[in-house]
């Protein structure tokens, strides 16, 4: 089992920055990625970006590209998105979610972290 616990998320203004934390628990081990996806009022939930578990090797959605990036501190097993130039469409509930394997299915989901960007 992994654990996963996101935070960071607030208010911000349209071009400010925000940096959200994804602390991952218990196997880690077995981690083939981690990833974050946001979902926003009554819109389908969205991929934002990737980090592979072995190699920190990234992948970003083209909507974010150039904005956010995705890091990672393997000695506090967290994951970073820094966010900038936040937009107002940027607007979501942001989950961390962890794959084992390479099929496209996430096995375990943070509980999620509201980021709010007013223009």
């Known amino acids: 089992q992994v654990q996963l616990v996101e935070s960071g998320g607030g208010l911000v203004q349209a071009g400010g920055s925000l940096r959200l934390s994804c602390t991952a628990s218990g196997r880690t081990y077995s981690l083939y990625t981690l990833d974050w996806f946001r979902q926003a009022p009554g819109k389908e939930r969205e991929f934002v970006s990737s980090?592979?578990?072995?190699?920190?090797?990234?992948v970003y959605a083209n909507s974010v590209k150039g904005r956010f990036t995705m890091s990672r501190d393997n000695a506090k097993n967290t994951v970073y998105l820094q966010m900038n130039n936040l937009k107002p469409e940027d607007t979501a509930v942001y989950y961390c979610?962890?794959?084992?394997?390479?099929?496209?299915?996430?096995?375990?989901w943070g509980q999620g972290t509201q980021v709010t960007v007013s223009s």
């Open positions: 979610a962890g794959r084992m394997s390479v099929r496209p299915e996430y096995d375990y």
């Open positions: 980090i592979y578990w072995s190699s920190s090797s990234t």
